[in-house]
């Protein structure tokens, strides 16, 4: 990351201001110093453009990318920022959005639904067994900085990094 000269010093008199404070919780309460370090180093809050769509449309965005474009009856085989904008305001799920949005939103996930195999794109079944299955699983996410602070760690062990789960296109030779 680059950091320029002013931004530099502003991090360090952040620091400076707060070392007596954070040398004094360290002695009389050093549960409290991680969040202390944390508020100290955090970046001020800055006003803007309030979110347009809440984290639960986006995972609802991000499933329907998952799923094949052919199980919603539609005629071509793999998504688009626009088929799948056009997808998510029939569904309910957004009122309006623009291609733009829902390709940043893919691009944050690192998702590329045109680039798709059958195991990544289950056969859902009960729709709304699987909308509250999302809901769990994002409400364990959205809740593991408060466990986090009560002792409780939340870990995505939902791949195994050291196996790289790539199909050969051609055949080994013997």
């Known amino acids: 990351m ?10 360090r008199q952040r620091w400076a201001d707060m070392a007596t404070e954070l040398e004094q919780t360290e002695k009389e309460n050093p549960k409290a110093l991680k969040q ?3 508020d100290t180093i955090s970046d001020a809050h800055r006003p803007g453009r309030p979110r347009d769509f809440s984290e639960v449309q986006v995972a609802e965005i991000i499933a329907l990318a998952c799923e094949l474009p052919e199980s919603k009856g539609l005629p ?6 626009g088929t799948l904008a056009e997808q998510a305001k029939k569904e309910g799920i957004v009122k309006d959005i623009s ?9 944050e996930a690192d998702l590329k639904p045109h680039h798709h195999k059958i195991w990544l794109n289950p056969k859902i079944e009960d729709h709304e067994a699987h909308q509250e299955q999302i809901q769990a699983v994002y409400d364990v996410y959205d809740e593991a900085n408060t466990t986090e602070a009560h002792g409780t760690h939340v870990f995505s062990v939902d791949e ?6 790539t ?5 080994k030779k013997q």
């Open 2 to 11: 680059y950091m320029d000269r002013n931004a530099v010093k502003l991090w």
């Open 36 to 38: 202390l370090i944390h």
């Open 76 to 81: 071509f085989s793999h998504w688009t920022p």
């Open 99 to 107: 291609d733009s949005n829902i390709a940043r939103y893919l691009k």
């Open 160 to 165: 195994k990094t050291g196996i790289q789960a």
């Open 167 to 171: 199909e050969h296109f051609k055949p």
